[in-house]
């Protein structure tokens, strides 16, 4: 048929009507291009998937695809070496996981779904892949003191530091003579230091390092001398924290890579799946 034919047909609101049952947007661009077949076994695999899919929404009325994100471009960008963010590392576990229950349902159904089972069949189950980005991160994206040994030992070590530092700072503060420079009992941040607001009339009765002046010019912000060595120690320790975590991202972000055309062709059959549904 010519595309005038289809034109007049109005054939383009025929697909968009199926494009809008379809789950993601890899099935949504297959339902987008579709267009009349003349090969009659093409068509007769056509209509078989289909005849499939009803008997398995009448075997399991609640069947869904799953979790599924169309992930290649995330993945092709892995490849070239590019560092992920945890929340796309995420995205590509949960279709991961998605894809993995997916095969196991439809192979389970193999001998009533022939041909859906055999799209599903060769779904690539990359089970190692799914269980490393799980056993880093939470299902928020924050970064798991599992991840790795040393980064569970840095932020322990950086708990002990901070405590330790926040113990000696809130003696300064409660101390008889604290309590008389001190415009409030408070223990603050400035770049990134841990500071106290000691009035300005008092900034000479503490030795230490003035990070900053409130609005009002009444408070000066010091972080006194005696915590400055434990201050260092701690932007160092948050700066191994931030070197390892880059790394583990990297090291996740490289292996979902090296799998890149396995989950692309992955997404591809997952999606003739969802177009059939």
Request: proline share 4%; glycine share 4%; charged share 30%.
């Amino acid at each position: 048929m010519s595309d005038r034919d289809l034109e007049l047909l109005e054939f383009h609101k025929i697909r968009e009507i199926i494009a809008g049952f379809t789950s993601f947007p890899a099935s949504q661009e297959l339902a987008l291009d579709l267009t009349p077949m003349s090969d009659e076994e093409k068509v007769r695999l056509r209509l078989g998937q289909s005849a499939e899919a009803r008997r398995l929404l009448s075997l399991s009325p609640d069947f869904h695809i799953g979790d599924i994100a169309d992930i290649r471009e995330v993945v092709k960008m892995a490849a070239l070496g590019k560092v992920l963010a945890p929340q796309s590392l995420l995205e590509i576990q949960r279709t991961l996981s998605a894809a993995h229950r997916l095969k196991g349902h439809l192979m389970d159904l193999s001998h009533e779904l022939p041909l859906l089972s055999g799209l599903a069949r060769d779904i690539v189950a990359l089970e190692q892949l799914e269980k490393d980005i799980d056993g880093c991160l939470s299902p928020t994206g924050d970064l798991l003191d599992t991840a790795s040994p040393k980064l569970a030992s840095v932020r322990h070590r950086i708990r002990v530091v901070r405590e330790e530092l926040l113990t000696h700072l809130q003696a300064i503060i409660t101390s008889p003579r604290g309590r008389k420079i001190i415009q409030e009992p408070i223990v603050t941040e400035r770049e990134g230091r841990y500071v106290i607001p000691v009035k300005v009339e008092f900034r000479r009765q503490i030795k230490g390092i003035v990070h900053d002046v409130s609005n009002t010019e009444a408070t000066v912000f010091i972080e006194p001398w005696t915590t400055t060595e434990v201050q260092n120690e701690l932007r160092e320790l948050v700066a191994e924290e931030k070197d390892e975590t880059e790394r583990i991202l990297r090291t996740l972000s490289a292996e979902a890579g090296a799998f890149q055309s396995e989950i692309s062709r992955n997404i591809e059959l997952i999606a003739e799946i969802d177009l059939a549904l």
